[in-house]
């Protein structure tokens, strides 16, 4: 299996502290995700100025598209983003269209399997319509009422479809070496990042456990 990517959550709504925090952490992590709440805040702009100043790194950016999937995509990849997500709640044509969108930039499209009700089902159908990433999501809310990501993840990875595994909801120290061990590609780290007194220290930390595991 490939080196496992740290994914960074960019949950501020701050522009410039947004900017900051990359910074900080960009030695430690292979993706920058602006989160949801900062994409709708700041919009393509940010995309531009993270793709201007961090070329080497993978953009995602957490648009968990709704409807209107191709036309709502488009300007975010031509901004500069690697990865978009789309949730799988949308329903079919709408990650087909995020798909399609993807395709034309020669990037990827994320199914977020946040609050769907059948997962497997899910990630099955959108793979079979060429998703390029199946996102296992706790969200922070579901986060608050006690919820965990880590027996969606094993579900999902037991279907073995050809398709990268993203894990997000709550992962830190503590839990990420059993989430590379049960066949996430990419692990998200958020709050565990940019909550912690050091959060270049707390990436280094991280990136260190990942490296550490064996799989
Ligand atoms: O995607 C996220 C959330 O839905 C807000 O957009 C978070 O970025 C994701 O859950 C990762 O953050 P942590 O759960 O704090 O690690």
Redesign the pocket.
């Known amino acids: 299996m490939a080196r496992p990517l740290i ?1 960074m ?3 501020s709504l701050d522009f410039d502290a947004t900017v900051a925090l990359a910074e900080q952490v960009a030695p430690h992590v292979d993706i920058f ?1 602006i ?4 994409i709708k805040h700041n919009g393509v702009n940010l995309v531009k100025a993270l793709r201007a100043k961090f070329p080497d790194k993978l953009i995602l950016v ?1 648009l ?1 598209t709704m409807d209107a999937g191709e036309y709502e995509a488009t300007p975010f990849y031509a901004a500069g983003a690697d990865i978009c ?1 789309v949730l799988g709640v949308s329903g079919l044509a709408t990650c087909m269209g995020v798909i399609k969108a993807a395709n034309a930039f020669g990037a990827e499209a994320q199914i ?1 399997l ?1 609050n769907v009700e059948d997962k497997v089902a899910c990630a099955r159908a959108t793979f079979e319509a060429g998703a390029h990433i199946m996102g296992i ?5 579901a ?1 608050a009422a006690g919820h965990t990501p880590f027996s969606d993840l094993n579900d999902i990875a037991r279907l073995g479809l050809n398709v990268r595994i993203s894990v ?5 120290a503590a839990t990420v070496q059993d989430v590379v061990k049960s066949g996430a590609n990419i692990i ?8 912690a007194p050091s959060p270049a220290e707390a990436a280094r930390e991280i990136r260190e456990l990942v490296d550490a595991t064996e799989v």
């Not at 999501?137 to 809310?141: E, K, V």
């Not at 997000?168 to 830190?172: F, R, V």
């Open positions: 994914q959550a960019l949950d995700e989160g949801t709440p900062c957490d968990k997500t977020d946040i999501h706790t969200g922070l809310d986060q997000a909801g709550g992962i830190k998200v780290v958020g709050a565990a990042i940019y909550g």
